[in-house]
C-alpha cells in the first residue's frame, strides 16, 4: 500500500471543501421540479441574463435559460458536501415503498466479505456502509419489469420531469417566444416527441418497456438521481475513469468523477484494473448521484492475479454479486466474444483492441469452449434482475482501426447481442448494446441501422466513433466527429473519449476536455433531431453574442471558465466585457455593429422587406 | 508606428532561424517527383518506420509512408531560409515561357506607388520588390483558360503529380499490399478517381476547364507550389491569419502563416484591418508557398477611415490591382449581398456576421444603390484574368447562428453566386464560393446540394460550419464536425476555426490547434469519399499501435510532437517508448498483447477461420 492511500481520508476532506467552491455555475441557480410525491424533486439549472439596452437606453428583460442538470448535490447552494459521509439517499424510500425487496443480513459475495473485514484496507474503506437490498425471493425488481406491466415508478416520473425541465412552463411563455424557435429535424425513424408536454411518465414507461430505453438504478443505489438513455431522449455522455497498475489513486478517482459531473456527465464509468479496485468503487458509488457503470471482468481477472485461463463462472458469478451489491447500475458483459468469431479477428490489422473482448478470447481458446459468458447467461440475467443492474452487452471484437471497420468479427458479435437481448427481455432485464470503436464515416450509419434492426431497437451505446487512425492527442476531435454524427442516426448514449486516449491516462482536465467535447456532440446531435427546446440555449446564446452581452454568451456556453479566459487573453480589461466590440475586428471594424444599422435602417422602410421576399422569389436574377 | 515594428528586420531574421528548426518532421524525408521539364519539381514526404519484431525475433521491414507536403523550401533539408529574402520564385519561367505576360515598369495602383515611396514605412518594406506582371494587352492568362484551349500547364502538371505523390508506385509494390487497402466510399455523385493512375494532368485540365477546380496561382506570386481546389481532388484547408486594429505585429503573422504550412495549411488568408495591412502581406506573399487569399474591402475600408458610405469603385479598384500586382491568388470578393437582400437579414438572431458582407450592405442602404461590387463584376473579371487571381465569391449573408441558417437570405445570396460564376466563366476566370457559417448537422447537406446546383459545381469553400452556437473556446471542434461532413458531401475546401473564434485573435498555439484539427476533418472526408491512398496512413499508424512501435505511431501521426508528449505525461522513460505496454492498462493487462496470442492460437487450428466463416454465415445463432 503506498504511503499516499494513508492519506485519503484527509484527501477526501479537503477535496470536498474544493468541491463546494467549484460547483458554482456563473447567473445559475438550481431548481425542483415537484412531482407527485414529496420526494420527487427533479432538478434543472437556470442560467439568468443580463436585460438587453437599446440604442434609446430602454432595458429589455431576457428570461432565464433552462440547462439539464447532472451536478446533483454538489449543485445544490445550500449543500454540505461531505465525501466521507456519502450523498443523501433519496431513492431509499421509493425502493422500500415497493415491498418487493429486502435489506440482507450481510454482503452475499465472499470476495465482498472478505474485503469488509480485511485490516490491511481498513483506512480505505468508506465509513458508513449498510447492509445490501435484494429483491425478495421469486421478486423482479427492473424499472422493465414494472414498464411492462404498467407501473409508472417514481423514477420513470423523475426521468420525464427531468428531460422535460421547465419547457412545458416557457413554451408558454411569451417571453420565450422567439427563443423556442426551432428547426425541424431529422431523426431518422425515430419518434422524438414533438413537444415537452408530450415528455410524460406514461411515454417513458411506455419506451422503458418496449427496452426502446433503460434507466439503470441499481436498488443498492439510492443516492441516485434516475436519468433515461434511449433515442427518443436527450442524448447521454458517458464518462470513463479509473486507475490502472500504472498509475493514479482512489482520491484521484473520486475527484474525476465529481469533475466530470460539473461539467456534464450523464453516467460514470469506473474502468479500475489497478489497487483497491473495490474500495474505490464504494466511495464512487456512494458519492455518485448518476448511474455508475463497470466491466466486473476487469476485477476478476485481478483476482485471479491476471490469468485469463483461471478465470470462472464462480468467480465472475461472486464478483457479479459483489457489485451489484454496492450499487453498481450497469455491468458491460462481453457474452457476444463466441469461440467461433475470434479466428475471424486474426486477420485484423489490429485484432482485439477491447480489454474484456480479449480477457474472453482468450479464456474461450485456452479452454476451447465456448464464452462462459454467453453459456451461464441466463443466470447473469437472474443476478441483473434481483438488483436491478441493467445490461451493457459489450462489443469486444468493436474495430480498433479504420481497416477493421464493420467486418464479420464485428458484426458477428453485433447479431450475437441481438440474440441476448431477446433473452435477458425475457427475465425484463435493462439492456443497451455498446458500439465502436474506429469507424470511417461513410460507415457509421450500417452501425446504427444494424444495430435497431438486429438488437431490437435496444438503445445503442458507442464509443465515438473515431472516423481516423492518424490523429492521437487529438482523438477527443477525431472521435467527436463520429459521435455527432451516430447519435444524430440514433445512438442513445455517447462514451466520452479525451485527448489522451491510445496515448495515457486522462487528468483532470482531459476528463474536462473530453466531457465538453461529448457535450458538443450530444448537443449538436440533439439539434439536428430537433429535441424540444435544444435550441433555446443556441438562440439565447447567440442573442447575447449578437447584444455584445458579453457576460451572458459566457454564462450560457457549455464551459464559462474558458470562454471568458480566451476573451480576456486579447481584451483582460473588465470595461471591455461592457464594450460594443471585439479583439477579432477592434472597434471600428465591427460587423455586428454595422448590422444593427442595417437594422434600422429596414425598419424605416416600410414594405421594403416584402418586395425583397417578392425578388428572390422571382429567382433574383438580372444578368440572365 | 509602434517601437516593435522598429524590430521587424532582427525580428524576421531571427524567426529565420526558428524555422529552420522546427521544421524537421520526425523521421521524415522530403522527396521530389520530376515531372516534364527540369524546373516541374514536385515535393511529398515519406516517413520511414522502423521494422516490426516477431516474437521469434525476427525483422520485417516496413516501407515509407508517403504524405501530401505543404512545408515548402522551409520543409527543404538543404533550405537557406532568409525570410528577408523571399522564397525562391520557381513559375518564373513557366510564366515567361508563356509568353502572354510583360513587366510593367512600375506598380499600376495609385495606392500602392504611394507606399512603395512612403518614407515613414521605409523600415517595413521588403527589400526585394521586384515589377509586376501582368498579362498582355487582350490576353488572358488564367489556368481556366489554358484549360479551356486544351493547354496542360505546368501548373497542371504540378498539381496532377502533388495530388499523386508516389501512390502509382506504392500500388504495384508489394510490400504496401495490406497498406493499400481502403473501404469503399461515398462521394455522392462526385467522380473520385478510383486509381491514383487516374489522377493525370489531363484530368485535371479537365476538372479545370469545367470550372470543378481551380488552381489559384497569381503571375505575380512565382514562389507559388501550385495546388488544386475541387472535389475530385484531395480536401484541402485554409488557415486565417492577419493583424487588427486591437492586436498583432508584422512579424507575428509571418510567423503564423509559416507556423500554419508547417501543420499542413493549403492556402492561407490575409484577413488584416490593422497597420500596415500593405507592407504585411508583401512579407507574406513573398515568403509564401501556398496561395494567399485577402478580402480587399477590408483594406479599402481602412484607406476610407472606417466609413463604408465613403467606399466607391475606383478606389476599390485601385485596391484589387495594388494586391493582384503583390501576387494575391484570390479574391473574397461580396458581390452577392445585393440591395434586396439586405433587408431579409432584418428578423435574424444575428443579422450580417460577414464583415465583408455588411460593409456593403451598409453602403448599399447608404446609398440606396445595388452593390457596386455587383454592377462592375465584368470589370472586376477583366482585372482578374490579368494576372489570373482567382474569386472566392463571398457569403456576405452567411448565418451567424443555428437560428438564422438556411434562410431567404443566405440562399438568396447563394443563387447570385451561381448568376456571378457564370459570368466569371464568360471571362474564363476561376471561382470558388464560399460557404457557412453555422448549421445544424441535419440541415447541412442541403447547403452542398443547393450550392452544386445553383452555382454549376464551382468548388465550395467553407467555414466549418459550427454544427451548435453554445460552445464558444471549443469552436474548432463545433466547426470540425460540420465541416468533416461538408467536405464529405462535397465542399472542396475548409476554412479552419480555432478555439478562439468568437472570443479574440488566435495565438501561435491557437493556430496549431485549429491546423491539426482541420487535418482531422480534411483527412477523415478523404476517407469517408475514399481518395485514392488516403486509408494507407491510417492503415500503417493502427499497425505501428498494435506492434506497439510507439515512435512509428508518434512520427506517423498528425503532431507527432503532442503524441509523445501526452504519452511522456505518464510514462517519460525512454524504454517505455518501445515497452509492449501502455500506461492505460499497465504491462499485465494488455487487451493487444492478448490479441497477439489469440493470433498465434488461431494460426495454429488449421481450418477453424473457415468454420467460423460459415458458422456467421449461417446465422450464428445457438440459443434461439
Given at each position: 500500500?503506498?504511503?499516499?492511500?494513508?492519506?485519503?481520508?484527509?484527501?477526501?476532506?479537503?477535496?470536498?471543501?474544493?468541491?463546494?467552491?467549484?460547483?458554482?455555475?456563473?447567473?445559475?441557480?438550481?431548481?425542483?421540479?415537484?412531482?407527485?410525491?414529496?420526494?420527487?424533486?427533479?432538478?434543472?439549472?437556470?442560467?439568468?441574463?443580463?436585460?438587453?439596452?437599446?440604442?434609446?437606453?430602454?432595458?429589455?428583460?431576457?428570461?432565464?435559460?433552462?440547462?439539464?442538470?447532472?451536478?446533483?448535490?454538489?449543485?445544490?447552494?445550500?449543500?454540505?458536501?461531505?465525501?466521507?459521509?456519502?450523498?443523501?439517499?433519496?431513492?431509499?424510500?421509493?425502493?422500500?415503498?415497493?415491498?418487493?425487496?429486502?435489506?440482507?443480513?450481510?454482503?452475499?459475495?465472499?470476495?465482498?466479505?472478505?474485503?469488509?473485514?480485511?485490516?490491511?484496507?481498513?483506512?480505505?474503506?468508506?465509513?458508513?456502509?449498510?447492509?445490501?437490498?435484494?429483491?425478495?425471493?421469486?421478486?423482479?425488481?427492473?424499472?422493465?419489469?414494472?414498464?411492462?406491466?404498467?407501473?409508472?415508478?417514481?423514477?420513470?416520473?423523475?426521468?420525464?420531469?427531468?428531460?422535460?425541465?421547465?419547457?412545458?412552463?416557457?413554451?408558454?411563455?411569451?417571453?420565450?417566444?422567439?427563443?423556442?424557435?426551432?428547426?425541424?429535424?431529422?431523426?431518422?425513424?425515430?419518434?422524438?416527441?414533438?413537444?415537452?408536454?408530450?415528455?410524460?411518465?406514461?411515454?417513458?414507461?411506455?419506451?422503458?418497456?418496449?427496452?426502446?430505453?433503460?434507466?439503470?438504478?441499481?436498488?443498492?443505489?439510492?443516492?441516485?438521481?434516475?436519468?433515461?438513455?434511449?433515442?427518443?431522449?436527450?442524448?447521454?455522455?458517458?464518462?470513463?475513469?479509473?486507475?490502472?497498475?500504472?498509475?493514479?489513486?482512489?482520491?484521484?478517482?473520486?475527484?474525476?468523477?465529481?469533475?466530470?459531473?460539473?461539467?456534464?456527465?450523464?453516467?460514470?464509468?469506473?474502468?479500475?484494473?489497478?489497487?483497491?479496485?473495490?474500495?474505490?468503487?464504494?466511495?464512487?458509488?456512494?458519492?455518485?448521484?448518476?448511474?455508475?457503470?463497470?466491466?466486473?471482468?476487469?476485477?476478476?481477472?485481478?483476482?485471479?492475479?491476471?490469468?485469463?485461463?483461471?478465470?470462472?463462472?464462480?468467480?465472475?458469478?461472486?464478483?457479479?454479486?459483489?457489485?451489484?451489491?454496492?450499487?453498481?447500475?450497469?455491468?458491460?458483459?462481453?457474452?457476444?466474444?463466441?469461440?467461433?468469431?475470434?479466428?475471424?479477428?486474426?486477420?485484423?490489422?489490429?485484432?482485439?483492441?477491447?480489454?474484456?473482448?480479449?480477457?474472453?478470447?482468450?479464456?474461450?481458446?485456452?479452454?476451447?469452449?465456448?464464452?462462459?459468458?454467453?453459456?451461464?447467461?441466463?443466470?447473469i440475467c437472474?443476478i441483473m434482475k434481483a438488483y436491478?443492474v441493467a445490461f451493457?452487452?459489450?462489443?469486444?471484437?468493436?474495430?480498433?482501426?479504420?481497416?477493421?471497420?464493420?467486418?464479420?468479427?464485428?458484426?458477428?458479435?453485433?447479431?450475437?447481442?441481438?440474440?441476448?437481448?431477446?433473452?435477458?427481455?425475457?427475465h425484463?432485464v435493462?439492456?443497451?448494446?455498446?458500439?465502436?470503436?474506429?469507424?470511417?464515416?461513410?460507415?457509421?450509419?450500417?452501425?446504427?441501422?444494424?444495430?435497431?434492426?438486429?438488437?431490437?431497437?435496444?438503445?445503442?451505446?458507442?464509443?465515438?466513433?473515431?472516423?481516423?487512425?492518424?490523429?492521437?492527442?487529438?482523438?477527443?476531435?477525431?472521435?467527436?466527429?463520429?459521435?455527432?454524427?451516430?447519435?444524430?442516426?440514433?445512438?442513445?448514449?455517447?462514451?466520452?473519449?479525451?485527448?489522451?486516449?491510445?496515448?495515457?491516462?486522462?487528468?483532470?482536465?482531459?476528463?474536462?476536455?473530453?466531457?465538453?467535447?461529448?457535450?458538443?456532440?450530444?448537443?449538436?446531435?440533439?439539434?439536428?433531431?430537433?429535441?424540444?427546446?435544444?435550441?433555446?440555449?443556441?438562440?439565447?446564446?447567440?442573442?447575447?453574442?449578437?447584444?455584445?452581452?458579453?457576460?451572458?454568451?459566457?454564462?450560457?456556453?457549455?464551459?464559462?471558465?474558458?470562454?471568458?479566459?480566451?476573451?480576456?487573453?486579447?481584451?483582460?480589461?473588465?470595461?471591455?466585457?461592457?464594450?460594443?466590440?471585439?479583439?477579432?475586428?477592434?472597434?471600428?471594424?465591427?460587423?455586428?455593429?454595422?448590422?444593427?444599422?442595417?437594422?434600422?435602417?429596414?425598419?424605416?422602410?416600410?414594405?421594403?422587406?416584402?418586395?425583397?421576399?417578392?425578388?428572390?422569389?422571382?429567382?433574383?436574377?438580372?444578368?440572365?
Amino acid at each position: 500500500m503506498s504511503k499516499k492511500d494513508l492519506y485519503v481520508s484527509s484527501e477526501l476532506a479537503s477535496l470536498s471543501q474544493e468541491i463546494g467552491i467549484s460547483f458554482k455555475y456563473p447567473q445559475s441557480q438550481k431548481h425542483y421540479r415537484q412531482g407527485s410525491r414529496p420526494d420527487i424533486k427533479v432538478p434543472y439549472r437556470l442560467i439568468s441574463q443580463s436585460p438587453t439596452v437599446t440604442q434609446d437606453g430602454q432595458t429589455l428583460e431576457n428570461p432565464p435559460i433552462p440547462v439539464y442538470d447532472t451536478s446533483g448535490y454538489y449543485g445544490d447552494a445550500e449543500a454540505k458536501i461531505d465525501l466521507k459521509a456519502g450523498l443523501p439517499k433519496i431513492r431509499e424510500q421509493w425502493i422500500e415503498d415497493r415491498g418487493d425487496t429486502e435489506k440482507l443480513s450481510g454482503l452475499s459475495s465472499e470476495y465482498g466479505r472478505q474485503r469488509a473485514f480485511d485490516p490491511k484496507t481498513e483506512h480505505l474503506r468508506f465509513n458508513h456502509i449498510t447492509r445490501p437490498r435484494r429483491a425478495k425471493p421469486g421478486k423482479n425488481v427492473t424499472q422493465m419489469h414494472y414498464a411492462r406491466q404498467g407501473i409508472i415508478t417514481p423514477e420513470m416520473e423523475y426521468v420525464a420531469l427531468r428531460e422535460q425541465m421547465n419547457l412545458s412552463e416557457i413554451y408558454r411563455d411569451p417571453r420565450y417566444a422567439s427563443l423556442i424557435k426551432q428547426h425541424p429535424g431529422e431523426d431518422f425513424g425515430a419518434s422524438i416527441p414533438k413537444h415537452p408536454d408530450e415528455i410524460t411518465p406514461e411515454f417513458v414507461r411506455q419506451e422503458v418497456a418496449a427496452g426502446r430505453a433503460i434507466i439503470p438504478a441499481n436498488i443498492n443505489h439510492s443516492e441516485l438521481e434516475p436519468m433515461i438513455i434511449g433515442r427518443n431522449f436527450s442524448v447521454k455522455i458517458n464518462g470513463n475513469l479509473g486507475n490502472s497498475a500504472v498509475t493514479s489513486s482512489l482520491t484521484q478517482e473520486v475527484e474525476k468523477m465529481v469533475w466530470s459531473l460539473r461539467w456534464g456527465a450523464d453516467t460514470i464509468m469506473d474502468l479500475s484494473t489497478g489497487a483497491n479496485i473495490h474500495e474505490t468503487r464504494e466511495w464512487i458509488i456512494r458519492n455518485a448521484p448518476v448511474p455508475i457503470g463497470t466491466v466486473p471482468i476487469y476485477q476478476a481477472l485481478e483476482k485471479v492475479g491476471g490469468i485469463a485461463q483461471d478465470l470462472s463462472w464462480p468467480l465472475f458469478r461472486d464478483t457479479l454479486i459483489e457489485q451489484a451489491e454496492q450499487g453498481v447500475d450497469y455491468f458491460t458483459i462481453h457474452a457476444g466474444v463466441r469461440l467461433a468469431y475470434v479466428p475471424l479477428t486474426a486477420d485484423r490489422v489490429t485484432g482485439i483492441v477491447s480489454r474484456g473482448g480479449s480477457i474472453m478470447a482468450k479464456w474461450c481458446l485456452s479452454h476451447h469452449q465456448e464464452n462462459f459468458l454467453y453459456t451461464h447467461f441466463d443466470e447473469i440475467c437472474e443476478i441483473m434482475k434481483a438488483y436491478d443492474v441493467a445490461f451493457s452487452l459489450g462489443d469486444g471484437l468493436r474495430p480498433g482501426c479504420i481497416a477493421d471497420s464493420n467486418d464479420e468479427a464485428q458484426f458477428g458479435e453485433l447479431y450475437t447481442l441481438g440474440e441476448l437481448t431477446k433473452k435477458a427481455w425475457e427475465h425484463d432485464v435493462q439492456v443497451m448494446i455498446e458500439g465502436p470503436g474506429h469507424v470511417p464515416l461513410q460507415r457509421v450509419k450500417a452501425n446504427v441501422d444494424k444495430e435497431l434492426a438486429h438488437c431490437y431497437e435496444a438503445p445503442f451505446y458507442t464509443l465515438g466513433p473515431l472516423v481516423t487512425d492518424i490523429a492521437p492527442a487529438y482523438d477527443h476531435i477525431t472521435s467527436a466527429i463520429g459521435a455527432t454524427n451516430i447519435a444524430w442516426y440514433g445512438t442513445a448514449m455517447l462514451c466520452y473519449v479525451t485527448p489522451k486516449e491510445h496515448l495515457g491516462l486522462p487528468d483532470k482536465e482531459d476528463v474536462r476536455t473530453g466531457i465538453i467535447t461529448y457535450k458538443v456532440a450530444a448537443h449538436a446531435a440533439d439539434l439536428a433531431k430537433a429535441w424540444p427546446g435544444s435550441q433555446i440555449r443556441d438562440n439565447a446564446l447567440s442573442k447575447a453574442r449578437f447584444e455584445f452581452r458579453w457576460r451572458d454568451q459566457f454564462n450560457l456556453s457549455l464551459d464559462p471558465e474558458k470562454a471568458e479566459s480566451y476573451h480576456d487573453e486579447t481584451l483582460p480589461a473588465e470595461g471591455a466585457k461592457i464594450a460594443h466590440f471585439c479583439s477579432m475586428c477592434g472597434p471600428k471594424f465591427c460587423s455586428m455593429k454595422i448590422t444593427q444599422e442595417v437594422r434600422d435602417y429596414a425598419n424605416q422602410q416600410a414594405g421594403m422587406q416584402e418586395k425583397s421576399v417578392e425578388f428572390v422569389k422571382k429567382g433574383a436574377k438580372l444578368y440572365q
